[in-house]
């Protein structure tokens, strides 16, 4: 399979990566790893006039801590995140969702910016931002701008990324507790159904419950639901067994495929919110 | 047309190239080394692995001009003169190989992964190959083979 | 030649291959990594609809491109290249290399570009507006049977391809007269009757290196090389040259390195005949290289029967009749052998067991789908599934042991040859041998104790078994319309080296490897003085090629035979040469000398030197080491063997697990065990992959819905567990060499013995039966009765 045929150009900031994608009148496409955007160039089911390569941006790339938040640059491969030892030792879950993406050559070269900017609906990274509350880092010509994990997936292959912007960076709070458990599509080894959870607890209780869920809508969502059953009830197995029962039926518009029909996919929402808050729980007690 | 340049199995390499020349098409195409090979065309099977800055990348989704300035390995630069690679050797001794198609993209991950991890459990080379697929051989050899060059290869 | 140090016996060793070399530090040459100057590349145009009727073809836009030499449509190409032939006596409907009028399967060519590189082609072949009348598809055999919605050809009516062959007892030879009493009275007679309906599904080959062409018509010189992935160069090089009027030996088939077969590179396509007549038409040489996406659709799939099994049973456990139904979904054409495949199911229904009486039959049936052919078993896999999945349910049934109720239906290790009433005489076998060894090694009676521990726990684990026996080593030339022969020609060359030519083109099979240990041993000299030539027709006088697990007990035959007559030949030579008698003499350590007096001979390379300067000449000889040999075996061989695996379901998700999988396989005699451990593991791969996650499917418009290895999975490393080998041996009496075929093993049991297993697992829920692939939700359901 082969793409059609576009013009090349390697930006040396982030600022002249802005300027000549706004140069291009919106028929240029940003490439980092590219591996989200090549596989649909060689299909043919999508032609950029111009890619403009942001891979050697180096204020892009980097996992640091920052004002007591966690900065993941764009431009950071999936492996790096994958075996960050901050990570590792603040913010776990990061770290295994990244291990969870493709194979190890995808993760050599993917990054988190193309796979948030491409938003395929079965992508992993969308629940786990939704549960450590990240907020997205865009840069355009207008200028930065900040927009929440829950604010930025939209819809289908949508998220709120204008034309002319970039997204810089992932910013979160560092969070223990949390775990990522995915039902793997067996050919793509993307998400059919992916649930990346978030605890909070004070005194043996949970104070705070964020769950993400990918796969099985057309965007990213919180299961607003679950967390409410989740706050103010012991951390316990049953608590987190209880919560999880409902979530896959309290779903609307829920895809279907060859790998996985409707209810089906809402039964897998349940059964793995229920892992990735029993990891959380782990976490917890580790 | 843009130029590129490219240190390839320690080789500056300078060419002129279409921007979407792939990879793995200027390797083969352009520089006659025909060991990287193309398996399918979703990024999947892993046919077309070679290092990247040292690397392992699918080399059909990744543009010649992407990898412009890099060092990229191929399986033609693996060996040391006549002295095989270890994973080479090992894929000899144990069989790791039947037909031989995925066999050097299959090679240059588990570079990557030996050098990740020099000493890897038969589970971790089982993953650590998640990116390779293989139709001849099932596996086990493969597995055999890499256990073979970590020296990690228990007698069964 | 120096006099070596004594040389070790290579037949029966482990033996490194002496392919890996070129193939480790990536030296090999497959088809793509051919270039000829001047070389053009061809891109298909494919349909993307699965019937319809085609109205136009614009190709004005591409001709008109920079470096597109020329665009063809389907009625420019059959001016030139005719309707493709195929190799089986069924009728056979018309059938294009590029569609002319009505496509029927997504993924058919309907043009053909030609262009200065691959990128061009791609890029003029996407400009090709095709305007089309669509016709309503058929995806369902069992539907297209009554001729609804849609008729695929219209001359064949109800869509059926093969109306219906009778089989099995009480059938005579002519297949004219079908007399059911038996079985009718085995039914009668029953305590205990199952039956079935089961689906073996459709598969895709997925050879790691997709199909390839390079065609090179040389006008000066009136000759045509073409250089194909594929399994039988002789083969294509005969249709080849038929398909453009010229003769045999005008034409060179190459298979240079082919990057797996498994059955689907057999057949000889479209894209080869539309290749290599463009390249005579046009004076160029031509690539064709197959993408994948282009693969899941225009090579051929294998398997797609469905099997309806009737098992008639005593109470305890005597098997007195079998019914088989077979309704085979072969797509939308008839390929090479595609006809012929599943009469191979029908031919294997006895399966190790002694049954009274069967009739089976079998009807085969056009649809809107990419045609089927051979796939890594081809016919045995499916024949297999629905006879040791009956016999698991008759099991069941009976409440007996299944491996006990095999036992008690097996045939007889004195019964052999055995003639089946499927027309098949098996060679030899022991299956309870096999049966037992499975058995132990797996320790069955542990791995049920296992088993119930893990169920108290309220997990989900099963375990099954399968019995197989297969049929390999094809010819003779009786049931293959190639032949079913093998050629080799063996040459001692004047430097004492051997050069030797095999017919059986390999694909990963390490026939270099493994003929080489057989004339190492049969003249006394190193392996490294040995080369084995294959896959060229220039080079290889005669050959049919590689399918069938037949090899090494084919081809392999017919090499050593060839170097049987060379070593007489050159045993006259030597004893003219040493003064000795030819009866006395030993091949060994590179020498050939009067036995037990080791100094007495001449080197290797001064006998052979002799033989090509004979001053004097023996009498009686001619100068020169040079013979070649047919083998025609006078039936096919019949490996067997005994599989056994351990499953666990995840009980939230329906995902299976494979814990365990033990094999124990007979082929006969084994000339390298290394490579036949390879080879069984391939095998149990891919019967795996078949069980668990492998399956084409098409939407009810006929919309191929495993396009890609984004939705069709193929097994990855970490899919398998190690895998637990062994092997009875009971040599085939069909060749001298007692080798039976090791290719295909793998494909046949695994596959019965993971869903039964799976069965097994899922038994507290009261299921019989589960069809393939095991996808997760299909489990899921069972387990939680379809709700959420």
Not at chain 1, 5 to 23: C, G, P
Not at chain 3, 724 to 738: A, Q, R, S
Request: proline share 5%.
């Amino acid at each position: 399979m082969i793409p059609s045929a576009f013009e090349y150009e390697r930006a040396t900031s982030v600022d002249d990566a802005i300027a000549k994608l706004a140069a291009t009148g919106g028929t240029g496409k940003l490439i980092a790893g590219g591996h989200s955007l090549v596989p649909l160039m060689k299909l043919r089911l999508n032609e950029p006039t111009t890619l403009i390569d942001i891979a050697r941006i180096s204020a892009l790339v980097g996992i640091r801590e920052r004002d007591g938040l966690i900065e993941i640059g764009a431009g950071t491969v999936h492996h790096d995140v994958a075996t960050s030892a901050l990570l590792g030792a603040q913010c776990p879950v990061v770290s295994d969702t990244a291990a969870t993406i493709g194979d190890p050559q995808v993760r050599n070269r993917g990054t988190i910016g193309g796979s948030l900017a491409h938003a395929d609906p079965a992508a992993d990274y969308p629940a786990m931002l939704l549960a450590v509350d990240a907020q997205i880092h865009l840069q355009g010509a207008g200028g930065p701008r900040v927009v929440a994990a829950e604010d930025f997936f939209q819809d289908l292959f949508t998220v709120d990324l204008g034309p002319d912007e970039i997204i810089t960076a992932v910013r979160f709070a560092p969070v223990r507790a949390a775990a990522y458990a995915k039902l793997y599509q067996r050919a793509s080894r993307f998400a059919i159904v992916g649930v990346a959870a978030a605890l909070e607890v004070t005194d043996g209780a949970i104070s705070a419950a964020r769950v993400g869920l990918t796969g099985a809508l057309s965007s990213a969502v919180r299961l607003s639901g679950v967390e409410t059953a989740l706050v103010g009830q012991p951390a316990t197995a049953a608590t987190v067994a209880t919560a999880a029962t409902g979530a896959g039926a309290a779903l609307s518009d829920v895809s279907a495929d060859l790998h996985a029909s409707e209810a089906y996919r809402r039964a897998m929402v349940s059964v793995f919110t229920k892992r990735a808050l029993e990891g959380a729980l782990a976490r917890l007690s580790a | 047309m843009a130029q590129v340049t490219l240190t390839v199995n320690g080789k500056q390499r300078t060419a002129e190239v279409e921007p979407r020349m792939l990879l793995v098409h200027f390797l083969r195409e352009q520089l006659m080394l025909t060991g990287t090979h193309v398996g399918c065309d979703t990024s999947q099977c892993g046919a077309c692995t070679v290092l990247v800055d040292g690397r392992s990348a699918k080399a059909c989704t990744l543009f010649a001009v992407q990898a412009d300035g890099s060092e990229v390995t191929t399986i033609e630069g693996l060996a040391d003169g006549d002295a095989l690679h270890p994973l080479q050797d090992g894929f000899w001794e144990e069989h790791g190989l039947q037909c031989g198609y995925c066999t050097p993209g299959m090679i240059m991950s588990a570079v990557n992964l030996l050098n990740d991890n020099p000493a890897p459990s038969e589970a971790e080379i089982r993953h650590g190959l998640d990116g390779n697929f293989c139709r001849c051989t099932g596996y086990q050899h493969i597995v055999n083979a890499v256990q073979h060059a970590a020296g990690t290869a228990s007698k069964e | 030649m120096a006099a070596s140090p004594v040389l070790p016996k290579l037949v029966g060793q482990r033996v490194k291959r002496r392919e890996d070399p070129r193939l480790i530090q990536g030296l090999g040459t497959y088809v793509d990594d051919i270039k000829i100057v001047g070389m053009q590349h061809v891109a298909f145009k494919r349909s993307d609809l699965a019937h319809a009727r085609i109205l136009s073809v614009e190709t004005s836009e591409a001709a008109a491109m920079p470096g597109v030499e020329a665009v063809l449509t389907g009625a420019q190409i059959a001016e030139f290249v005719d309707p493709m032939p195929i190799g089986t006596p069924f009728p056979s409907p018309d059938h294009r290399a590029v569609a002319t009028d009505i496509v029927r399967y997504v993924g058919e060519p309907v043009a053909v570009v030609v262009a200065s590189d691959r990128y061009l082609a791609r890029d003029a072949a996407d400009t090709i507006v095709i305007d089309y009348e669509p016709l309503p598809a058929v995806v369902d055999p069992e539907r297209a049977m009554t001729g609804q919605p849609t008729q695929v050809h219209a001359d064949f009516e109800n869509n059926l391809a093969v109306a219906l062959v009778p089989g099995g007892t009480g059938v005579s030879a002519d297949l004219q007269t079908v007399d059911d009493s038996a079985v009718d009275a085995a039914f009668a007679a029953a305590d205990v009757v199952v039956s079935q309906r089961m689906h073996n599904q459709r598969l895709a080959p997925t050879a790691m290196e997709a199909r390839g062409v390079v065609a090179h018509y040389e006008r000066g010189k009136d000759t045509m090389t073409i250089w194909s992935s594929t399994q039988n160069p002789h083969i294509l090089r005969t249709f080849i040259a038929g398909m453009n009027g010229m003769g045999q030996d005008q034409v060179r088939a190459i298979a240079p390195e082919v990057g797996g077969g498994f059955g689907a590179k057999i057949n000889i396509y479209g894209e080869e005949y539309v290749v290599a007549g463009l390249s005579k038409k046009l004076g160029l040489p031509l690539k064709w290289a197959e993408d994948r996406s282009e693969a899941f659709l225009a090579t051929t799939h294998g398997r797609d029967i469905i099997g309806y099994i009737d098992l008639a049973a005593t109470r305890d456990g005597k098997v007195l009749g079998m019914k088989l139904r077979l309704v085979a979904d072969i797509g939308a054409y008839n390929m090479l052998l595609t006809a012929a495949i599943p009469t191979l199911t029908m031919m294997m229904a006895n399966a190790t067991y002694d049954i009274p009486a069967i009739r089976a039959t079998l009807t085969e049936v056009f649809t809107n789908k990419t045609p089927t052919d051979a796939y890594r078993g081809a016919g045995r896999p499916e024949a297999t599934y629905f006879v040791e999945r009956g016999m698991d349910i008759l099991a069941t049934e009976l409440g007996m042991d299944p491996a006990e109720l095999r036992r008690k239906n097996f045939i007889q290790p004195d019964q052999f040859p055995y003639a089946t009433q499927m027309g098949a005489v098996y060679d030899s076998g022991d299956y309870e041998k096999a049966l037992d060894l499975g058995l132990k090694n797996a320790d069955w009676d542990a791995m049920k104790q296992e088993r119930d521990a893990a169920r108290a726990e309220g997990r989900l684990v099963g375990m099954g078994l399968a019995m197989y026996v297969e049929v390999c080593g094809l010819g003779p030339s009786s049931s293959l319309p190639t032949g079913g022969w093998e050629h080799s020609q063996v040459t001692i060359e004047r430097d004492g080296r051997i050069s030797a030519t095999t017919g059986a083109s390999p694909h990963g099979q390490g026939n270099e490897t493994t003929f080489g240990q057989m004339l190492a041993d049969q003249f006394g000299v190193p392996l490294e003085h040995i080369t084995i030539h294959h896959g060229d027709t220039g080079v290889v006088k005669q050959g049919i090629g590689t399918f069938g697990s037949r090899s090494q007990a084919v081809g392999g035959t017919a090499l050593h035979l060839a170097g049987g007559k060379v070593k007489e030949k050159m045993a006259k030579f030597a004893a003219a040469l040493i003064e000795a008698h030819e009866d006395d003499l030993v091949f060994e350590d590179g020498r050939i000398s009067v036995k037990g007096v080791p100094d007495s001979g001449k080197t290797f390379a001064e006998v052979a030197g002799y033989a090509y300067v004979p001053v004097p000449l023996p009498e009686g000889l001619t100068p020169g080491l040079s013979e070649e040999a047919f083998f025609e075996p006078a039936n096919n061989t019949y490996p067997f063997g005994c599989h056994i695996s351990l499953v666990e379901v995840d009980r939230d998700t329906g995902e299976p697990t494979l814990l365990r999988l033990v094999a124990v396989d007979d082929a006969g005699n084994l000339i390298n065990p290394l490579i036949v451990e390879g080879q069984i593991h391939g095998g149990l791969a891919q019967g795996i992959g078949q069980a668990m996650i492998e399956e084409v499917a098409y939407s009810e418009d006929g919309q191929p819905l495993t396009a890609s290895f984004m939705d069709y999975a193929i097994p990855r490393a970490a899919d398998f567990p190690r895998f637990e080998l062994d092997n009875t041996v009971t040599p085939t009496p069909v060749n001298p060499l007692g080798a039976k075929g090791v290719g295909e093993a793998g494909t046949l049991g695994s596959t019965p013995c993971i869903v039964s297993a799976t069965v097994d697992a899922l038994s507290e829920f009261g299921v019989k039966h589960i069809d393939m692939m095991l996808r997760p939700e299909k489990l899921w359901q069972i387990i939680h009765g379809g709700q959420s």
